[in-house]
C-alpha cells in the first residue's frame, strides 16, 4: 500500500488546517469511555447545536424525525443517524467544512443526503478506537433499511482517452475528450492508466496544473512512463 493516496497526507491535497490537529491526531479511546447520547428533538438542528449537545467523547445518536443540518465543523466520538443528515451548498456554511468520527453509521431507516457542487467537504474517519457492532471500527456505511446518498461536483465525463502517446519526461496530456467541456478544473487530481501489453506498466496520478483552450493539459511533474494511445474508433453516431 506504499502507492496509496491520502489527500490529508498530501501537502498540496487543500484539507482544512484543523482537520489534522481535531482529527488525525486525536488520541485512541476505549469504546467503553465513549458516552452514547441521544439527540433530543424533532425538526432540523444546526451544527453548532448538535456539538453543543455532543464532543470527541461521545457516540452521537440522531433519532428518527430529527435531522441534522451540516453548516460547520462536526467532530465527535462516533455517529449514528437513524433519522436524517442534510448536507448541500446551502446548508454549508463555510466554503470548507468537515465532519469527522470514528465510525459513521446509518441504521434503520436513517437517511444521509450529501450534495455538494460549489463548495469543499470532508469526510474523515479518524482512528480513535470506537467500534460499531455491525460495521466495526473506522467505517462508513448503512445497515438495515437506511439510504446513503452522496453526490459530488457534477461532471461531463470523469474518463477520457489519450488522443497522444506520452512518453518519459512529458509534461502536457492531450485528450480525446476536451476537458474543457468536461467540467475538469485547475488543481483536479487525476491518473493515467497503464497501457502496456500483459498488464505491465505502471500508473502515473498527477494534477493539472494547466488547461489550454484546445484541451492540451499542463500536468505538475513530467510522466515516469510510456503512454499509448491507441484506440479504436467508436462507429459513426456513437460516443467514444
Known amino acids: 500500500m506504499a502507492a496509496s493516496y491520502s489527500a490529508i497526507d498530501d501537502p498540496d491535497g487543500n484539507s482544512p488546517d484543523n482537520l489534522q490537529s481535531e482529527c488525525k491526531d486525536s488520541k485512541s479511546i476505549p469504546s467503553s469511555q465513549l458516552t452514547p447520547i441521544v439527540i433530543k428533538g424533532y425538526g432540523n438542528i444546526s451544527s453548532d447545536q448538535f456539538m453543543s449537545l455532543c464532543g470527541p467523547n461521545s457516540i452521537c445518536i440522531i433519532p428518527d424525525g430529527l435531522t441534522l443540518q451540516v453548516n460547520k465543523n462536526i467532530n465527535v466520538g462516533a455517529l449514528i443517524v437513524r433519522g436524517k443528515v442534510e448536507w448541500t451548498d446551502i446548508t454549508q456554511a463555510d466554503q470548507v467544512v468537515f465532519l469527522c468520527a470514528g465510525f459513521v453509521a446509518i441504521e434503520e431507516s436513517g437517511i444521509w443526503d450529501m450534495n455538494i457542487q460549489t463548495k469543499a467537504s470532508w469526510i474523515y474517519i479518524k482512528d480513535n478506537g470506537a467500534v460499531h457492532e455491525k460495521l466495526r471500527s473506522r467505517s462508513f456505511g448503512g445497515t438495515d433499511n437506511s439510504m446513503i446518498n452522496i453526490k459530488g461536483k457534477e461532471m461531463t465525463r ?83
Open 158 to 240: 470523469t474518463w477520457s482517452l489519450l488522443a497522444q502517446t506520452i512518453s518519459p519526461g512529458d509534461s502536457t496530456m492531450k485528450l480525446l475528450h476536451n476537458p474543457n467541456y468536461m467540467n475538469w478544473n485547475v488543481g483536479d487530481r487525476i491518473a493515467i492508466a497503464p497501457t502496456e501489453k500483459s498488464s505491465y506498466g505502471t500508473a502515473q496520478s498527477f494534477k493539472i496544473m494547466e488547461i489550454d483552450e484546445d484541451g492540451t493539459i499542463l500536468l505538475d511533474q513530467v510522466s515516469t512512463g510510456f503512454h499509448q494511445a491507441d484506440f479504436i474508433p467508436a462507429e459513426t453516431g456513437m460516443e467514444p
